[in-house]
């Protein structure tokens, strides 16, 4: 399958500071990426999609504004958390799907944890 | 409203065979995908069906029926490295995955 890398695998971080993690799809565009969230014995929870060149979607309850996600390639979308807090400690998972897929492929995952 | 429903927890003997039911109830179908989840770890693809059936993978199945809403992932000659989380997952009318809640599968000796 398809190859979705995501940078980095882990984080700590003081609160109040941003955090930067990057989704790349190593051999195939992808048109469509998918951030997710997923606290410990829980599903993955979708926050936003985002296409290639358009502003994201983000789910209800989700802020944009602290949850800024940029996609501006075929290949590379990225995830940034503004302020951070303790409580934006999380399993940080994207996927990218292809224009002719119906299958999304995952990134490894960010466990974030902040401090 | 969108719905997925899946068992929360199954135990099962290694060596045994083990079916996961998953129904859903969504604005739309585009597939469903089955995916595994081993704690701390990303979703591993397993499988997708769109068309009513038996679809065999190895060790793996899984079945859809479209009028019932209702698909199952069967996994045969359980090993102890099958001990994960199960994913259920549609994908509706704007292809979106609508996910499920996850079924924990723990294997015992």
């Known amino acids: 399958g398809a190859v979705v890398s995501q940078h980095p695998s882990w984080v700590i971080c003081k609160s109040g500071t941003s955090v930067k993690i990057e989704c790349r799809s190593l051999?195939?565009?992808?048109?469509?990426m998918f951030w997710y969230r997923q606290f410990p014995k829980q599903s993955l929870m979708l926050m936003a999609t985002?296409?290639?060149?358009?502003?994201?979607?983000?789910e209800q309850g989700v802020e944009k504004d602290k949850f800024l996600i940029n996609h501006a390639s075929l290949t590379l979308s990225t995830l940034t958390v503004t302020s951070a807090h303790p409580e934006d400690s999380s399993f940080y998972i994207c996927s990218a799907r292809g224009t002719k897929d119906t299958e999304a492929f995952f990134g490894q995952g960010t466990r974030l944890t902040v401090v | 409203g969108q719905n997925i429903d899946q068992p929360t927890e199954m135990t099962a003997t290694e060596g045994a065979i083990v079916q996961i039911n998953c129904t859903y109830q969504?604005?739309?179908?585009?597939?469903l995908f089955w995916y595994q989840q081993h704690a701390g770890e990303a979703p591993t693809f397993l499988s997708y069906?769109?068309l009513d059936g038996l679809e065999e993978k190895g060790r793996f199945s899984s079945f859809l029926s479209r009028s019932k809403g209702y698909s199952y992932l069967l996994l045969k000659e359980l090993q102890m490295k099958d001990s994960a989380s199960y994913l259920c997952?549609?994908?509706?009318?704007?292809?979106?995955?609508?996910w499920g809640a996850g079924t924990k599968l723990i294997i015992k000796p």
């Open positions: 985002s296409n290639e060149g358009s502003k994201a979607t983000y």
């Open positions: 069906n769109v």
């Open positions: 997952a549609v994908m509706d009318s704007n292809y979106q995955l609508i």
């Open positions: 969504t604005s739309g179908f585009n597939g």
């Open positions: 051999d195939f565009q992808a048109t469509t």
